[in-house]
């Protein structure tokens, strides 16, 4: 059995950036960049009118005659002399003979005589070309995460695809002769399966949609097969249930036949305890506890950073925050305890019911108040560490 | 012109629920639910084994005779005796007869005879009919939000369809003669167009996937037109530039003419001062400044507040924290500001470039600092609003 921490670094050590796909920028919310990207072209691509107004060479005439009409979009190249001007709309080409643009407020037309009442400085209201981003200048660094913003700006220097580590191919895998689908009938002795939903949701979160879930009974021949059929065709196997001591428990012993190092099995905490953690060549396994509240923990806490890390992230783990915590709270198990939690601003607030069968407190929770094994006892208002996950 | 909080007071005020629909606990992630969860069955629904270990009726008796295996998913309903135990695990149904689990390590087995070293106390070890939840007891109040979590609470209780608010069909309408799709040429005084792959990518991030997209030029006929089919079959139109006040703006102009009322037209910040907000029945339309920075906080500032209200949710808003800023700031604009800025749990640090046009900064940002109107300068450390986007 070991601490909450060296779990936590022999997963980090033990899962590696997944290979790199070029994929459309469209699709590349959540991945991480696995190339720097400089840019293709100066934005904007022309000195451009940042208002509604007219351009025109800046000089000493306060009267011009207007010649022409620059919409967004236009490109005008006819010759616009020292004593015409142009009107000109924002976004639009400023003509390469012109070098301001008076704002439509400050001026006068009479027919097409254009009269400037307030005289701007020289260059005023045109944005260079290259203003905001040079050809050739960084645009994003290698492993930067791709957000609506970082779509938006690869989007407008024209790129149509980038490099991007791979999100894994996760199965789940649930165990157990006593579990029956929702919608069908329960037999007496069974209870419903819920664990592959949670945990399809969970991943869910964290942009990996779709897994493949994959149900076997308490065979130790089918564990061994369908385990052997999760490693060949997924990065991240998700087991939930089986992991415990009892004889009809055969995941670890199908895990260990298979070829998976074991990193790890339990950890001293609650709740959670009964976690293993595996690993063959560049494919991992978490044997989750069957407990939901168990599962999803240890979801959130381990599985988690793994597909952080798969996926190219640099920060993998949930922050920590700091909250003042609202109750005494006492841990005489000598264990870590992740306990369900809303947090808000300032404060957190201890939920009830921390049994790790109990989904109803967890569904409304928005973070793990972590009490180290160490620690025995809390006051009121001391300042607790906070893992948010929703 | 009017002040940021009046606008989304406005916004709060013409933002209705939408319709309810039954869906799949599988698809419900992230939805808020439309009605209240009592559950249909107690869980768990038999009395159930805590431990690996033995059932037996807690007696003086510390020899017994074992007489059968319960397997978790099994029904055995054959006669115990006093004088007999059952081999039982984790999660089987206790044997009627029985009412007390001696864990597997405190006892010795020869052949069939099993010795009690360490007598449990009576009813140990056995998880009582409905610890969990009873039946019809509330599982979830209307208004909840669905989570991983609340996902396996309702799965595990054999519920597969629950009422839900819709999420709202929402139409991206993006106008401009300048704009070209990115991955074409791009003829000189063009720009590649980039908001509607970004707010399409802001949408997915509150779960509103595969908002439709319309590309108009800069004609009024063919705006009023398009405006007319959004508004016919969305819920919401995002209509990105095209709404300043240049003669080829003809947004505004196209949304009268529809019928929609103008709820507001332009506020008091910087950047997304030309916001326009209005309704038509239910149907609301927001026209986003063209400026991409300008768009994206426009959208995740008044948008977003008004799609999660149209999506059940009862915090609607951005969530405000306070955090320690990193330098000293001046505003003398007399505009609210929101300004790009890198949260972490104590303080903020203002970005560089806060230029509307500019997504680079915006890229990396997870949130806004919001300067008020009022406030002409910030002290280094002083704590300002952050709302969190990212």
């Given at each position: 059995m070991i601490q909450v921490a060296e779990a936590l670094n022999i997963i980090a050590e033990n899962s590696f950036k997944m290979p790199i796909a070029k994929i459309k920028v469209s699709k590349s919310l959540g991945y991480v960049l696995a190339e720097t990207i400089y840019s293709p072209i100066n934005m904007p691509p022309f000195r451009q009118s940042a208002m509604d107004g007219y351009a025109f060479t800046h000089g000493n005439l306060a009267q011009l005659e207007v010649v022409n009409i620059a919409q967004a979009g236009d490109f005008l190249d006819d010759e616009i002399k020292k004593n015409q001007a142009v009107r000109i709309f924002t976004g639009a080409f400023v003509p390469d003979d012109t070098d301001t643009v008076v704002m439509q407020e400050h001026t006068r037309i009479t027919d097409n005589l254009l009269e400037i009442e307030k005289m701007p400085a020289a260059f005023a209201n045109v944005r260079a070309k290259g203003e905001q981003i040079k050809k050739g200048e960084l645009v994003f660094d290698v492993n930067t995460v791709i957000t609506p913003a970082a779509i938006g700006f690869l989007a407008c220097l024209g790129i149509t695809k980038i490099k991007v580590y791979q999100k894994p191919k996760v199965a789940i895998l649930v165990t157990g002769n006593e579990l029956v689908a929702a919608g069908k009938k329960l037999p007496k002795g069974k209870i419903y399966e819920s664990n592959s939903l949670m945990l399809e949701a969970a991943l869910k979160t964290i942009g990996i949609n779709k897994p493949t879930v994959f149900k076997v009974k308490d065979s130790l021949k089918k564990t061994i097969s369908t385990v052997e059929s999760c490693l060949a065709n997924f990065d991240v196997v998700l087991i939930s249930g089986g992991?415990?001591?009892?004889?009809?428990?055969?995941v670890k012993e199908a895990l260990l036949e298979n070829g998976v190092t074991e990193l790890f099995y339990k950890i001293n905490q609650k709740p959670g305890k009964p976690l293993f953690f595996g690993r063959k060549e560049n494919k991992i396994v978490f044997a989750l506890p069957g407990n939901p509240a168990s599962s999803l923990t240890c979801f959130y806490v381990y599985a988690f950073p793994a597909l952080k890390k798969l996926m190219g992230f640099e920060a993998i783990h949930l922050p920590e925050m700091k909250r003042k915590i609202n109750i005494d709270f006492k841990n005489s198990s000598g264990k870590t305890l992740f306990l369900k939690a809303l947090y808000e601003d300032e404060k957190v607030t201890v939920l009830e019911s921390q049994s790790s069968a109990m989904l109803n407190t967890f569904s409304i929770a928005n973070g793990f108040i972590v009490v180290p094994h160490d620690v025995t006892a809390i006051k009121v208002n001391e300042e607790v560490v906070v893992l948010p996950f929703n």
């Open positions: 992991i415990s001591v009892g004889d009809y428990d055969y």
